[in-house]
């Protein structure tokens, strides 16, 4: 079984600056993660996922998140925050090899709140 | 494309009561799934479907919680009866396949609260 922690249940930052979403997951298998924004009342956008090779993980709107195997962790990063990346935060695994890589284990969520 | 849909929005009703919820995927899609998600936690997944058969439905609380996925499109939800705890917003998500290159779709969901 798996499970996934978010460090930080609030971030508050201001605009431009920048930003990192803790991610710590537990697995005894291999694992793809995944980082999912929801913005109110939507359903969850994927944002990036690892899957294999490099990793350093590119996704949208400027966001990147690096895989530490040796850590098990998955933070999200970006260089500098907009008013419109107010949302919250997910983290998710699914395991490899699995039924179903759309069977995510999702964490409690990160609430990032960005000021003007 | 049209994306997951979901309906309704949102549903008010008393405890004890029965209430249903609908999702239809998107076209094309032969994986369907389920999620839960209570205010302040991450979604947990219910059940999920390849065409109109159950694959994983180890979650579902199965003495009040059923689902169905008549011919393999739509899906209906079921709670009966509802309990105060299963006050959250339940997410219906599809995907194309089950490989990696199959991203999962959500929709935007139904807010139940019981009181």
């Known amino acids: 079984a798996q499970s996934v922690t978010q460090l930080d249940s609030q971030v508050p930052v201001f605009e431009e600056a920048p930003v990192e979403l803790r991610c710590n997951y537990s697995?005894?298998?291999?694992?793809?993660l995944f980082w999912y924004v929801q913005y109110p009342n939507q359903g969850l956008q994927l944002l990036l996922k690892y899957l294999s090779g490099s990793t350093l993980v590119k996704g949208i709107n400027g966001f990147e998140a690096e895989f530490n195997k040796s850590q098990t962790s998955f933070h999200l990063r970006k260089p500098s925050v907009h008013i419109s990346d107010t949302a919250e935060y997910f983290c998710a695994v699914s395991e490899v090899g699995g039924t179903s890589y759309g069977k995510l284990t999702f964490g409690q969520g990160t609430i990032l709140t960005v000021h003007p | 494309e049209a994306g997951v849909a979901q309906s309704p929005r949102y549903k008010i009703i008393e405890k004890r009561q029965s209430v249903a919820f609908w999702c239809n995927p998107i076209s094309g899609h032969a994986t369907l799934y389920w999620y839960q998600q209570i205010l302040g936690q991450g979604p947990k997944l219910l059940i999920q479907f390849q065409n109109n058969g159950v694959v994983d439905d180890s979650q579902l609380p199965k003495d009040r919680f059923s689902a169905e996925r008549l011919k393999g499109v739509d899906s209906t939800l079921k709670i009966q009866p509802a309990k105060l705890e299963d006050s959250a917003v339940y997410l219906c998500a599809s995907t194309l396949g089950q490989g990696l290159n199959s991203p999962l779709h959500f929709g935007n969901g139904t807010r139940l609260t019981v009181t």
């Open positions: 697995s005894s298998v291999s694992v793809y």
